[in-house]
């Protein structure tokens, strides 16, 4: 299984990106799909995730973010709106098996750099 996140970049707060996570040697549609994120010094924290279900959000995105799946084409992609300096990170996907409780797939990071 491989996860490959994109679409990182430098913007000024208030612009939006788009993350995307290509994920494959899987079939998407079963597993959960989660973004999360680490900025220096920092602990990493869960974003988003999105399972065949549902999704979830972090209050700090919660409005300014959405999540979305697209299974026949085995991505899923993060809209981030209204970016803050905060959100500043390495952003990563990951893929969770279906009933587990831990994520066992681990994509590259992504910068994100929101910066006047």
């Known amino acids: 299984v491989q996860l490959q996140a994109s679409g990182g970049g430098l913007v000024q707060p208030g612009e939006s990106l788009r993350l995307s996570c290509a994920v494959s040697?899987?079939?998407?549609?079963?597993?959960?799909i989660g973004w999360f994120r680490q900025a220096p010094g920092k602990e990493r924290e869960g974003v988003s995730c999105i399972s065949p279900s549902d999704s979830h959000y972090a209050d700090s995105v919660k409005g300014r973010f959405t999540i979305s799946r697209d299974n026949a084409k085995n991505t899923v992609s993060l809209q981030m709106n209204n970016l803050k300096p905060e959100d500043t990170a390495v952003y990563y996907c990951?893929?969770?098996?279906?009933?587990?409780?831990?994520?066992?797939?681990w994509g590259q990071g992504t910068q994100v750099t929101v910066s006047s």
């Open positions: 990951a893929a969770r098996r279906p009933f587990s409780s831990d994520y066992q797939y």
């Open positions: 040697g899987v079939s998407l549609g079963y597993y959960a």
